[in-house]
């Protein structure tokens, strides 16, 4: 299931699709975009809706791809649906129905692509009983070429890692570290490091835009020189 069905979150579920790790009808996504969940129903043909409990209640592995800002938000409806149905009924009435704490229980894996908020704060949120991933992912995932590095939570098992590698691995390339402070240096490299490449073939276009050769030229060759030096 995703919570948050943006740029990176379509990226996500479209690699999933086509390296075929998971088919249309094993997913789920959550947008409060009417926008945006159409377009990812038209196009990718998966299930979409505005309501994340309805994530919760589908899928035991959720990826947070929402923005830091609004994480907390998100969090805590999220600890507030998992709490209620931990004590209660999947509806909310003490009595349970058949299946539904199954369903609506605490036990599940979160994966939070959100820069900056950490393991700690994710785990406190989510509640003593909830199994949490770190990833910090870079945009070129929405090309199918991401570089993203997984850091598990204290109750996150290597099973969950796995599906976490393989997840992003399926728009690019994943790694897994053991530290979280290693995500600093991963925002710096891998998360921003796009940017100044972008700055660099800018700089040799333009550079070469002046000595004469047409931009839209110069843009070309630029960036077929910088895919034939990676």
Request: proline share 4%; glycine share 12%; with cysteine.
């Amino acid at each position: 299931g995703f919570i948050g069905a943006g740029n990176m979150g379509e990226a996500l579920i479209r690699g999933l699709l086509e390296k075929k790790v998971f088919k249309a009808l094993e997913l789920i996504a959550a947008d409060p975009e009417p926008k945006r969940r159409r377009r990812l129903k038209r196009a990718l043909g998966v299930e979409t809706t505005a309501d994340n409990r309805q994530v919760l209640a589908s899928a035991p592995a959720v990826v947070l791809a929402v923005k830091p800002q609004v994480m907390d938000a998100v969090l805590a409806e999220i600890g507030e649906a998992l709490g209620r149905s931990a004590s209660s009924g999947a509806d909310g009435s003490g009595a349970t129905k058949r299946g539904a704490k199954a369903k609506l229980g605490p036990e599940r894996l979160f994966i939070s692509i959100a820069a900056g908020v950490t393991l700690s704060h994710l785990e406190r949120r989510l509640g003593p009983r909830a199994r949490v991933v770190r990833v910090m992912p870079n945009a070129p995932a929405m090309v199918g070429c991401g570089m993203a590095a997984v850091v598990r939570g204290s109750r996150a098992t290597r099973s969950d890692e796995a599906l976490t590698l393989r997840i992003f691995g399926a728009v690019g390339r994943a790694v897994a570290l053991r530290e979280e402070a290693l995500l600093d240096g991963v925002t710096a490299l891998s998360g921003s490091g796009p940017a100044y490449v972008y700055l660099f073939a800018k700089a040799l276009a333009d550079a070469a835009a002046g000595e004469g050769i047409e931009p839209r030229l110069a843009l070309r060759m630029t960036l077929q020189t910088l895919v034939g030096a990676t």
